[in-house]
């Protein structure tokens, strides 16, 4: 079964709102990432969030988990054009760690 | 330093031709990860390489997949008898393998068309 599942699938809106995507995963996780990827080409790394840890923050990002209802969100607070791309949750399994797995993404527009 | 770089960034091929697509990681990385993507998909993952250990194929799709890491470094993964449905484009990451901290570099991508 497919681990990370983001959600929405898509999601449009203006420039200076937030933007939350979701993601849900099935099985025990040692860390949960972020990553985005703009244009069909290589994703870049956004942020690591540990199995203990509930919330973290980077800049304008700001990331949850909840492992008892094993799901996570990415919070993008006043956004920009720039944000426009696509955004994936990848999980490392506890049961094979070193090897993430990665949902369909969301992708996010962001009108000027 | 240099990140992952992947050759060729574009590769237009024949129905039934073999390819080869090649992965520079960083160096030193530990972990290589071959994904594939389709337009508009998510990563689907295809092969895993960590350190000296048997690698992880369970994401081939078919026989006609193949990938090998030589030396612990480059890595080339290979399509044979290619079909249409080959047509992706093939991304390759790397990571230091760290307990806790995979964090994945990708390289640009290789796109590849099958005619």
């Known amino acids: 079964s497919q681990q990370g599942e983001e959600d929405p699938q898509a999601l449009s809106i203006q420039e200076g709102e937030n933007a939350t995507m979701n993601c849900s995963y099935k099985t025990s996780i040692n860390n949960l990432q972020w990553y985005r990827q703009n244009s069909g080409r290589g994703l870049v790394h956004l942020i690591l969030?540990?199995?203990?840890?509930r919330e973290k923050h980077s800049g304008r990002l700001r990331v949850t988990l909840d492992t008892s209802k094993k799901s996570s969100s990415l919070l993008i607070t006043a956004s920009r054009a720039a944000d426009t791309a696509s955004y994936f949750c990848?999980?490392?399994?506890?049961?094979?760690?070193?090897?993430?797995?990665f949902g369909d993404g969301t992708t996010l527009t962001v009108k000027p | 330093g240099a990140g992952v770089s992947q050759s060729p960034s574009n590769k237009v091929t024949e129905k039934g031709k073999d390819v080869e697509l090649r992965c520079d990681p960083i160096s030193g990385h530990t972990a290589l990860y071959w994904y594939r993507q389709s337009l508009g998909q998510g990563l689907e993952f295809l092969i895993y390489f960590q350190g000296n250990s048997a690698p992880d194929k369970s994401g081939l799709p078919s026989d006609r997949f193949s990938a090998e890491r030589t030396g612990g470094s480059v890595s080339t993964l290979t399509i044979q008898r290619t079909q249409q449905e080959d047509s992706a484009v093939y991304l390759c990451?790397?990571?230091?393998?760290?307990?806790?901290?995979?964090?994945?570099?990708f390289g640009p991508g290789t796109r590849l068309t099958v005619l």
């Open positions: 969030i540990r199995s203990n840890e």
């Open positions: 990451a790397s990571s230091g393998g760290l307990a806790g901290n995979n964090e994945q570099f």
């Open positions: 990848a999980t490392d399994a506890r049961t094979n760690a070193g090897k993430s797995t």
